[in-house]
């Protein structure tokens, strides 16, 4: 069972923004058309889980509207939790949520320290973060922190 399971929605939305990627490496990126929310999660099948039934409560879908979009992601998810963070898995998924909202990434915290994509590169240049250029304990800490420092705390 996942830490935010039975939890309502408004309770845990900002749980997988301030997890530490170093220790939760699977991440993701959604907005709908704001800033980005970048969130990290312990393995596959938790961010396909987030994703079926949490995600899309964060972006106001409610009701018949938030039981149709859960069930047209579970074929979708289904594919994530047998072959992984696939490109067009992604595409797919966001052929559901648009207008409502987009899955902009998701990876492994490595890849997206380094810049190893389009989307990283643009976002850690937008954060004015430097990618991660070797695999120094100092270095990652640092991204880590940063990322986790962008995230509003409770008032």
């Given at each position: 069972m996942h830490a935010w399971e039975g939890q309502q929605f408004?309770?845990?939305?900002?749980?997988?923004?301030?997890?530490?990627?170093r220790r939760f490496q699977v991440g993701c990126a959604t907005s709908d058309g704001g800033a980005p929310v970048l969130q990290w999660f312990r393995n596959m099948p938790e961010i396909s889980q987030w994703l079926r039934r949490m995600e899309p409560q964060r972006w106001g879908l409610r009701g018949p509207d938030l039981i149709a979009i859960k069930a047209a992601l579970e074929p979708i998810l289904?594919?994530?939790d047998v072959?992984?963070?696939?490109?067009?898995?992604?595409?797919?998924?966001?052929?559901v949520t648009e207008p409502a909202y987009s899955l902009l990434w998701w990876g492994d915290f490595g890849s997206f320290a380094a810049g190893k994509d389009t989307w990283a590169q643009a976002?850690?240049?937008?954060?004015?973060?430097?990618?991660v250029q070797d695999?120094?304990?100092?270095?990652?800490r640092a991204l880590?922190?940063?990322?986790?420092?962008r995230i509003p705390m409770l008032a």
């Open positions: 408004s309770d845990v939305s900002l749980l997988p923004q301030r997890r530490d990627p289904t594919q994530v072959h992984g963070l696939e490109e067009d898995s992604r595409a797919a998924h966001n052929a976002f850690l240049a937008t954060e004015r973060l430097e990618p695999a120094s304990d100092e270095q990652v880590a922190e940063a990322l986790r420092a």
